[in-house]
């Protein structure tokens, strides 16, 4: 494998180190996620920028590089013998990775806090949940503290001072590394004085001991079907009361554990009569500084789920992972989605850091007999599983449960193995034992196609693309024998499938060679040298559909609305042009010029040829391009200069002449956005406008929509952004504090200034709070 570099600039990669290192598979939640091959590799890059890997094994890899000015790029990717990858080094800002700083109500630094973090840390674990220790650390003299290297996928930070303030903060999404404005993921934890939560447990019975233990739970989300991250804090119920004392400011959902069966009543979710059966509706209570809330909780007798796993031979297995899952059955999330008898794994999505809602995802681990017990469950139906690491994997859907029964379950596992393999393209892959009906597995995988299926027993089985609609019978791809203790690798790539599609391109010199053809959710295909390509399937498409064609520079969207049969295959003809733009790019001064084009269009003259865009396309100092062998119709052409200048244009294809694209004169204008105690305000929403309509501009921009232009930023952690390219002259500004939701701005602030050629503005925006 070549991975190919290239610096900032142009510059030459050589003697650039390149990191190639095995990552883990692909695998379902819970299961082991540890990388057993353990591949380390570094190579130099030589003079054309190449570093070269030999005799690379298929799987999962992790590629990075980085100079010595900071200029960096990572990827991850599946190998499957491609011969060349490619790293654009982006300078960054510094790789500091989670920065947390402290400070009380008035904005002032808290030194030398405890600070903990529970959350998922992307395509990586999750920390402070499911018996993961969190991460801690303590602020230094200065109220900051850093976790190093810690990309967070979503998180919940608390922190406490000596005196017993406290407060917490959540974390979402990690902050995108390449950029030019450096982002050090930094988060803020105002403390305070924490709160009190008591209530009352109403309807105990009579002779209940009291044992309980009430937690209330700081969480990323309280739904109980999304990904949920956070830390708990408890107290225990005395008589008929419970009090949590501790608890920073913040909306904390509750939750309930009895060793003697009682469960609190949760309503279902939803609203009566559309409530949802087989559901619970978490209870959250905000807590303020100081004060005291009172919850009361209705409490009832619950079910319980007690059960043994062992192996074939009778011995008990000890640390067994059982999970339960307490879900409406509905597709509208994944915990609900159940499909051919089976709930689908969606490997799709990052599941190595993937944690629930400790409400409805309870967890246990088997003692030292192999037994396991959890009591005070609703009643309904729960899915149960259990996973112990090179066994075989054991679910159960449906389970049910009543009130004040013991539902009682035996797992009898064996020495398991896995198949792991490639379907490229997205959609439904399960596998099951032949001669079986129902799935073992199935999931949802990724566009690379990925997919790694743990804990299958020993013997014959099958790999099957499956259909979301349950009436149409899956379709054999592979048949693979499972053996203990060993990993069967599977190319479905070259699998037969039973429906095929043929298509013809041409244009009007002969066929088109060499494109790139992509048919639905397949992957891609080069055009042979009579312009054919051809696409197996599981399953037939639903026509009208779509198809993407790359021709050179060029994607182009293709609706396919009319096909032939010819015994057995579907054929179509699709017919291109072969015309050329041109375009001129010049300076403010009319000289030539370097840019970057992006040019689109939805209005093609072509049959069945919608829509075509470009990704960005270099014109060189000589300030002239060609693009060649395009459909006839009206294109839009947007070109960026040096100064960040942006000008659009409309050329008409054919045509004789270029399109001239000429810079304005710009300048820069800086903003350093602040609250009133002068804090740097991160993603404050900043739009500039300017007039660019016939004659004279209005003297307020606010009230008219025609005829005007703008240009829209955000800032980073430190409460700046830059925007190049502005044209000289008045410009409208209007900076708003961070969106608050879809439907709701902030306070905003609006200015008025006058921007001078090559000028570089900074100005200083304060924003009062509402």
Known sequence: MTVRVQRPGGASAEGVEVLLESSPVNAPPSFDF????????????????????????????????????????????????????????????????????????????VPFAEVRVAGGITRTKVVGMRGEPSLESRCDGEGRVTFPGVD????????????????????????????????????????????????R??????????????????????????????????????????????????????????????RVDYPNMGTPPHSMPNSLAPIDVTIEAGRTTVQNLTVVRGATLAGVVRTAAGAPIAGALVKTTYTPMTGNFPDGFVLHGVNVWRLDSDSRSLAKHPLTHRETRTDEEGQYRIEGLPD??????????????????????????????????VRAGAIEGLEPGGGYLGVRRKGQSVPEHLAILPQAGDFYFPGLAPGDHEVLRYHSVRSIPPVLLAEVEVRAGETAWVDLRTATRPIRYELRLTHPYGPMVGANVRLGDSGWRKTDALGRVAFERAFPLRLPTWANVMRGPVNYQVRLA????????????????????????????????????????????????????????????????????????????????????????????PSAGRL??????????????????????KEAQVHVAWWSGEGAAPLDLSTVSAGKSSRRAETDAEGRATLRGLPAGRLSIRVGAKRLSWARQGPTVERSVELNV???????????EE
Not at 590 to 617: M, Y
Not at 662 to 668: K, L, M, S, V
């Open 152 to 199: 967070l996928r979503e998180a919940v930070v608390h922190a406490e001072s000596s005196d017993g303030r406290r407060g917490w903060a959540i974390v979402r999404g990690a902050a995108s590394r390449r950029s030019e404005e450096p982002d050090y993921r930094e988060v803020t934890v105002t403390l305070e004085t924490p709160g009190v939560l008591e209530g």
């Open 660 to 681: 001239e694209l000429r810079e304005y004169p710009a300048g820069q204008l800086s903003l350093l956005v602040t609250d009133a105690s002068a804090r740097p305000l």
């Open 562 to 653: 009319d096909l032939t049969e010819d015994r057995g295959v579907s054929k179509g003809e699709l017919f291109f042009g072969d015309e050329t733009l041109g375009v001129r790019t010049l300076d403010a001064r009319g000289a030539a010029s370097a840019a970057s084009l992006v040019i689109s269009s939805n209005t093609l003259e072509g049959e069945s040829v919608t829509s075509a865009r470009t990704k960005a396309l270099d014109v060189g100092p000589e300030g002239t391009l060609d693009l060649e062998h395009l459909v006839p119709g009206s294109y839009d052409v947007i070109a960026t200069f040096p100064s960040g200048a942006e000008v659009a244009g409309v050329a008409k294809v």
């Open 201 to 262: 447990l109403l309807g105990r019975p009579e002779g209940w001991p009291g044992t309980g233990r009430v937690k209330a739970w700081a969480l990323t989300r309280s739904h109980p079907h999304h990904s949920s991250f956070g830390l708990s804090f408890e107290g225990r119920a005395e008589g008929d009361r419970y009090s949590i004392e501790g608890l920073g400011p913040g909306q904390y959902s509750l939750t309930f554990e009895d060793t003697h069966g009682l």
């Open 380 to 413: 309904g139906k729960l899915r149960v599983e259990v996973i112990v690491a090179g066994m075989s994997y054991d679910r159960r859907e449906a389970v049910e449960l009543s009130t004040a029964e013991v539902q009682e379950l035996e797992h009898v596992l």
């Open 758 to 768: 090559d000028e570089e503005m900074h100005l200083a925006v304060t924003i009062e």
């Open 34 to 109: 540890t990388d057993r091959r353990g591949i380390t590799l570094r190579m130099p890059c030589d003079a054309d920028g190449l570093a070269i890997f030999e005799e690379v094994s298929f799987g999962n890899y992790r590629v990075s590089a980085r100079d010595g000015d900071g200029a960096a790029d990572a990827q991850e990717f599946v190998f499957t013998g491609e011969t060349e990858r490619s790293l654009d080094l982006v300078k960054t800002g510094p790789d500091d990775g989670l920065v947390v700083r402290v400070q009380d109500a008035q904005g002032a630094a």
